[in-house]
């Protein structure tokens, strides 16, 4: 089967991501499809990896879970305050600095 | 190495700026001493310059030189040559003046804020005669500076003191009250500020251009005026036509907004109308002197092509600028206003006089900056001191002084027949040799500028009749005629003003060679007379 | 000998310098200063008049070079001096007769506080005249040709609390500006075209250049002498400068000044017979300002306004001449001369009879004053004879000899102004006579009693000694003068001279002259002398109000000039701050309108801003590719 | 060969015996300026498990300097040992890059660092609550604001000491990027500098709202952005089949594009190339602050602690310019002719969005946050002139611009009112006349932001400048100058705010800082003057800096 559908899949992915973090109000869910992004590049990454016959991508892919692990620690934590401070999770809510 | 006496003759007012701002809140009058003895040490510094110069001796003289932003190929490099020497005079000699005519103007500003800040570490009369030094020596420098980056470098930089004396020590005396002043002088200061910065910066382009230029086919980027000159008479240096014209029209467009030049000139207005007189002489009578004398420099010295191929729209804009100028002088209600206009005026015979490439005419627009500098001195100080004592601008509001304060009117009068440039006044003759020499050239335009001295006496004598004459108005009844400080103002420069205006050999004999020079930048000759021609 | 010439200038310009700047300290003694500083310029003048007359004929002209003034490479300005046989002729009237008015004054301005200046200004203006006829160059002269435009405008305006004064005097400046531009421009040309404007290097070289240029220079000469001349077009000063003190009018405004046209003519000859197209617009304008002169003066009920309108008519008389080239010159500077006397005289007579009269000027007001002062009455009587050219006195003469040499123009030009003269000649009489009858003779139009109580008294001695002077120059100037052709001799060496060949006798001349001057009297006598004159002017004809109001020149003026002007500017100052200055501000505001717009992108979203990146990210991955592709 | 062999290939050498794997060499000596920040953070952590919360504060600051200080003295002791010009080199088996433009920005990421955290020490701004000093910083970043937990720590005295470390971690990330030499250093180190700040900006003592409000925009648009540069390196990596440098940009220059033949045969070889590029460009402009990915710039700026703005500010452009030379000028010169042209147009368009927008704001902190997108145009301008002189202008406009804006903030930390910092304009209206000292102060670094001659600004636009100029990039000069007329005139209103208006009689006062705060002013003033009118020995430094180690 043609590799390149692996790449196809993870521009897929990075897309859907992309378009969720545009459309989604929930700071959680805008955040989930980061991470569904960060994976699409995992993905490709690991897919390269197999193609190019090096484990760079491979190793790659692991750091990248690694940070987007730290990022969720960081990112739930201030995702959290925002939410006791509004009781709410949409990031439209969070629009007090603007022009 | 030598004394470094150009630094030396720059150097001294900037430290006197420095000192006069250290005096501390309650020594106002140490302050104003301080300043006045550094601006007439400076005045010695001057003279000094003036004796060593030679005028027949090599174009620029006591020059320094030392490495500076090798980067950029940037020396700090000075010398100066006659057209540079007469300025510095003038700018040293006027200084003074303007101290002393601004003696009190920062006072009362002191005394509101002396309520209202506890230790009064606002001082306004250490600010103003700081920043008037400060104006000076910057001034005094980019006369001196032979390296176009030095040049450019405080062009721009004395915007920023200027831009304070404007904005911060306006006239108080308005029709509209304190609120409506204190606006119109921000507005004023800003409208300054961002018309010469954005002249500035459209010049930086052209500095950067120049420096792009240089280094493109000397090997190496130079700013200095020498290297550059020579390089160019030995051919190393062959700019392309559309290359020099654009930068020409970089560094013309920053020196025509200084100058001011129609239709440029609308913030001139603006800036002498709302500041006080002595600032609003310090503008149009030294600083804007830097942009004529540096088309006069740099213009012509760094692109003689493009100034040649400029000068048919230079001269139109001139010719308009000295109708245009003297007519609205004609049709202000304002007193420093119609000054202005008047100045707009002059300063279009200045440039007219430059670009007629001819000795006369350039000769002429030199000892033109000067006498300019002492005729709208007298005029706007005792203006000053006028609107001063009846604290308003407008003309309607004056009638006969000339019964109640007849020296005052007296000066007043001679300001404006200087301005008027009557014969046996300084004025006069930088005017007849500009007429001249833009005559033997440009006959037509020649004469039309002639006939624009009938304006010239319209809007003085027009001037004169409202405020001088008349039956005594009211408020104006018991005005007190000059005082002494007044009187060590106006008298000295009126002398000088007669005397220039008598025997102005001293400074013709200075300049003339220095023209010389410029006119062969651009390769120019004065043309024969016909009887010559003829034979 | 040469080394007092700038002591001519030097002495009175000190004079003004010290009285000027002198202050309260000199008011007692000011006016005495003056007339001393005066009267020494005066006596310098004879000391060298003296010294000249022992010359040769031809080695009479003295020169002394002062100094370098404004060197500019081929520009070479000097002030020097040159005092040759007409130079000497106006420094002697000029500071003869200043010196006479000068005492005079002393008597006519005892009450006004501002005395010492009025001298100083006095001295101011002896000191420019005397710079103008003894410079050596143009640009000298132009320098003494604003001085004493300046001295006239501040002589004017002396009473400057008046707004009438004032008016006047910047009136006068003013005209006399555009002239002045003339004379700039003039001695551009002169520049452009010898190199020099020195008298002498010019006048030799005339005929080195094209007749052109010469009548160019010319015109403009004749512009600039027409404003300083109060000729046509540029007349309309003179009436209104009678604002000024009558000392002024008498001095300035009738004996010097404004003769200094003539003289620039007369000076600049050379140029003048290089170029007869020039010439022609000069006799064309003189025997023009004649008539309008003469007539004007026939309107006028305020005395020196009709004196005003008989010196620009007598001026009239001596451009005319000049403009008649070497057979004019001498009779245009003899007549000249007589005039300074005989006007100086008049003016200074209504002087001492306004002074009398509580400056009442209105000579409907007058009447029957012969009684009341005697010694005015003699001398403007003996004035008047001389002016209406009476046979035997100095008018009659001078105008004589012109109107001779006008007939001996030749061909139709020379029958047309022959007969202009004559006409003048007539009007002249009839004016003059008119202000004779109505001032001195019928019965009293005014009340010794009542709110306006006037009473008539003769003048201090020190204002009827220089009257009486005067009138013995105005009697036996002229016959002195044309004594066995003395003057036209004197003059010889500067200006030359040829005997026109008149197609009349002179004889026959004369007669003419002399029924003119009986008819000219006669019509006068008849209506004023005999019937009783209402004390206000009757409404009169068309023409008649016309005239009064000196051919409407003002209203012509303030419809052509002035209104249009004051639109002009109105509209400039309009447009100075809605357009060029809106460009600037209209920028500014675009400017700023654009970032309330832009600022509003930040609207405070996450997501949009989210969305900005994303489109931003699509348009550079986009781009990249497309440069790839093409 | 076929990809079922390749696939078995992999397998055994998967299989082979693990003593094969060599162990990696590393240079700790070339790599200590990082490694001591990293070191200090980590004990300041320890600091925050082990000391007693009264001593914490001192301890923290005392570190931090400490680290900050000697980490600076090494690199110091690198550039004097040449690591800068003759000895630069590689380290980390190919991960970091020890050259002269690495050590300048090294070297001036630290001392921009020390200044900071002079700032972030401050606590005599605000009088003291219970007793205790405060700082700008909330006593418990998890208490809710206005809550009862927030006044309880409050009263208890707490402080978040934990910024101490945090920044070192930041400052560490920021060391490592522009240093770094392949895509998955430079990755990890934008997430390592990336994450504190996120909390950084969270910590507010007062507006805790808008802080939180700051952190959550950033840190989301932020993770955005690294997606985008995590998807681009992958796409990069693709195409090249190695993640460093010097490998990338052989198979870039002459493009051996060893992609698949099977997806060479889908896909233009070059396009994951454009692609990678592209999207790792984004990233990077993303953090540089450039339009169109500015958005996060205002509001985090004007929500985020003032200190911690003048961090970012300062210390991010410096690090995020870094990399993007880096990358251009190491990994992609081959493409030059691809992403000049789109990074004109950012240029272009940065310059003129920041300056215009900036002049209708109405608070100071996005004022400057407005007037740093524009800078960041101008010193693109200086990037796209792809030569040594550029890299050095860009060099020299950094160390300028992060000194006067880390100075400009910290006068913003002066002017305070009852609600803390006022930073609204009105309210700076005649501060001139109510102090003019720090009026004037703040004056020279507006001047500066301007362009004023003799001041730092003006040399850096003309270095930058004139780089564009002599790479034929005359036009970007002109719409450079033109933008900064336009920006003038906002610094130039608050100037006649300050100076000539009237000030309000419920005007803020000025604090009186601790010798921290005004050891940070000035510094600035004095870098500010000092490279504006002697200029000279600092662009010899950043000249000889100008060259990256391929």
Known sequence: MNPVNYLYLAALLFTIGASGVLIRRNAIIVFMCVELMLNASNLALVAFSRLHGNLDGQIMAFFTMVVAAAEVVVGLAIIVTLFRSRHSASVDDASLMKL | MSFPLLTAVAVLPAAGAVATAAVPAAQRTLAKWLALCVSLATVVLAAVVLVRFDPDGDRYQLTESH??????????????????????????????????????????????????????????????????????????????????????????????????????????????????????????????????????????????GLYAVTADQLGEGTFSLQAITEARANGELDMATGTERWLFLGFFFAFAIKA?????????????????????????????????????????????????????????????????????????????????????????????????????????????????????????????????????????????????????????????????????????????????????????????????????????????????????????????????????????????LIFLGVFPKPLTDIVNPAVEHTLSDVRQHDPAPDVEAAK | MESLIGLLVGAPLLGAAVLLCGGRRLDRAGHWLGTALAASSFVIGLLLFADMLGEETEQRAMHQHLFSWIPVNGFQADVAFQLDQLSMTFVLLITGVGTLIHLYSIGYMEHDERRRRFFGYLNLFLAAMLLLVLADNFLLLYVGWEGVGLASYLLIGFWQHKPSAATAAKKAFLVNRVGDVGLSIAIMIMFTTFGTFAFGPVFEATGETSEGKLTAIGLMLLLAAC???????????????????????????????????????????????????????????????????????????????????????????????????????????????????????????????????????????????????????????????????????SGFFSKDQIIEAAFAKGGTQGWILGSVTLLGAAITAYYMTRVMALTFFGEKRWSETGKDAVHPHESPKSMTIPMIVLAFGSVFAGGLFKWNESFVHWLEPVTQFEHGHSPLSATAVTSMTVVALVIGVGTAWLQYGRRPVPAVAPRGSLLTRAVRRDFLQDDLNHVALVKPGEYLTRGLVYVDHKLVDGVVNGTAATVGGASGRLRRVQNGFVRSYAVSMFGGAAVLVAATLLMRAV | MSTTQSLHSLWTSAAAEPDKIPSP??????????????????????????????????????????????????????????????????AAMGAIAVDGPALFLQGTILLVGVVAVFTFAERRLDPKKHGNHVDSFTPQAAATPGGEAEREAARAGFTTTEVFPLALFAIAGMLIFPAANDLLTLFIALEVFSLPLYILCALARRNRLMSQEAAVKYFLLGAFSSAFLLFGIALLYGYAGAVDYSSIARVVSNSEANVDPALAGTMGNDALLLIGGAMILVGMLF??????????????????????????????????????????????????????????????????????????????????????????????????????????????????????????????????????????????????????????VFAVFLLAFAGIPLTSGFTGKFAVFKAAAESGAGALVVIGVISSAIAAFFYIRVIVLMFFQEPKVDGPSVAVPSPMTITAITVGVAVTVVLGVAPQYFLDLAGQAGVFVR
């Open chain 4, 287 to 440: 953090k540089v602050g450039a339009v169109p990915f500015h958005m996060w710039t205002p509001d985090v700026y004007q929500g985020a602690p003032t200190p911690v703005t003048g961090l970012m500010a300062s210390a991010t452009k410096v690090a995020g310019f870094g990399a993007l030379l880096r990358l251009l000028y190491v990994v992609l010169p081959g493409l030059r002719w691809d992403w000049e042209p789109v990074m004109w147009g950012a240029a272009i368009i940065t310059m003129l969005g920041g300056a215009i927008v900036a002049i209708t704001q109405t608070d100071i902190k996005r004022m400057l946050a407005y007037s740093s997108i524009a800078h960041a145009g101008f010193m693109l301008a200086g990037v796209i002139a792809t030569s040594e002189d550029g890299v050095s202008s860009v060099l020299f406009y950094l160390a300028a611009y992060s000194f006067v804006t880390l100075g400009a903030f910290a006068v913003v930390t002066l002017v305070r009112d009852a609600g803390g910092e006022a930073t609204h304009l009105s309210k700076w209206a005649g501060l001139g006349r109510r102090s003019p000292l720090v009026a004037a």
């Open chain 3, 227 to 393: 404003g300083k001349s109060a000729q046509v077009p540029l007349q309309s000063w003179l009436g209104d400068a009678m604002e000024g003190p009558t000392p002024v009018s008498a001095l300035i405004h009738a004996a010097t000044m404004v003769t200094a046209g003539v003289y620039l003519i007369t000076r600049s000859g050379a140029i003048f017979n290089a170029a007869p197209d020039a010439q022609t617009v000069v006799v064309v304008v003189g025997a023009v300002t004649l008539l309008f002169g003469a007539f004007v003066g026939c309107a006028k009920d305020d005395i020196k306004k009709a004196l005003a309108g008989s010196t620009m008519s007598q001026i009239g008389y001596m451009m005319l001449a000049a403009g008649l080239g070497p057979i004019g010159y001498a009779f245009a500077i003899m007549h000249l001369v007589t005039h300074g006397f005989f006007k100086a005289g008049l003016f200074l007579g209504a002087g001492s009879v306004m002074h009398g009269m509580n400056d009442e000027v209105d000579m409907r007001r007058y009447g029957g004053l012969r009684k009341y002062m005697p010694v005015t009455f003699v001398t403007f009587g003996l004035g008047y004879l001389a002016i209406i050219g009476f046979p035997g006195l």
């Open chain 4, 25 to 90: 060499h590393i240079e700790y000596a070339q790599l200590s300026p990082t490694l001591i920040v990293l070191g200090a953070a980590l004990v300041g952590i320890l600091i925050e498990a082990f000391v007693p919360r009264r001593a914490r504060y001192n301890a923290q600051v005392v570190l931090a300097i400490a680290g900050l200080a000697s980490a600076f003295a090494a690199v110091i002791a690198l550039a004097l040992d040449g690591y800068g010009t003759t000895k630069a080199k590689i």
């Open chain 2, 67 to 208: 490495a500076w932003i090798a980067d950029f190929g940037v020396r700090y490099e000075l010398g100066v040559d006659g057209i540079g020497a007469v300025l510095v005079a003038l700018t040293a000699v006027l200084i003074p003046f303007v101290i002393l005519a601004g003696w009190h103007d920062a006072d009362t500003a002191d005394d509101e804020k002396t309520a209202e800040t506890p230790g009064r570490r606002w001082r306004p009369t250490q600010g103003f005669f700081a920043l008037i030094l400060a104006v000076e020596a910057m001034v005094l420098i980019s006369f001196l500076a032979t390296d176009v980056f030095l040049f450019y470098i405080f062009f721009e930089a004395m915007l920023i003191p200027l831009y304070f004396l404007i904005g911060g020590f306006g006239d108080r005396a308005h029709q509209h009250g304190e609120e409506e002043a204190s606006r119109q002088r921000s507005y004023a200061a800003v409208k300054f500020l961002l018309y010469n910065l954005a002249g500035g910066l459209i010049m930086l382009a052209a500095v950067i």
């Open chain 2, 260 to 496: 001011p030049l129609f239709p440029l000139h609308t913030w001139l207005p603006n800036a002498m109308g709302e500041s006080t007189a002595p600032v609003a002489v310090l503008i149009t009578a030294v600083v804007d002197k830097v942009g004529t004398f540096a088309m006069l420099r740099f213009c012509l010295g760094l692109f003689p092509e493009a100034s040649e191929w400029a000068t048919p729209v230079v001269l139109v804009l001139a010719l308009i600028s000295i109708i245009y100028g003297a007519l609205l002088a004609v049709g202000q209600r304002d007193i420093k206003r119609l000054i202005a206009y008047a100045s707009i005026s002059h300063f279009g015979f200045i440039i007219l006089g430059i670009f007629a490439m001819t000795s006369q005419g350039q000769g002429g627009a030199t000892l033109y900056m000067v006498n300019h500098g002492l005729s709208t001195a007298v005029l706007m100080l005792v203006a000053g001191f006028l609107i001063s004592r009846r604290g308003s601008r407008l003309i309607a509001d004056y009638g006969g002084v000339q019964k109640v304060a007849p020296v005052l009117a007296g000066s007043f009068l001679v300001g404006g027949l200087a301005t008027l440039s009557l014969p046996g006044l300084a004025p006069f003759i930088s005017e007849f040799l500009v007429l001249v020499g833009t005559f033997s050239r440009y006959p037509v335009i020649g004469i039309i500028a002639a006939a624009t001295i009938v304006l010239a006496a319209l809007y003085v004598l027009v001037l004169y009749q409202r405020t001088m004459t008349g039956p005594v108005k009211a408020g104006i009844e018991g005005m007190a005629d000059l005082r002494v400080r007044e009187l060590a103002v106006a008298a000295p420069l009126i002398a000088l």
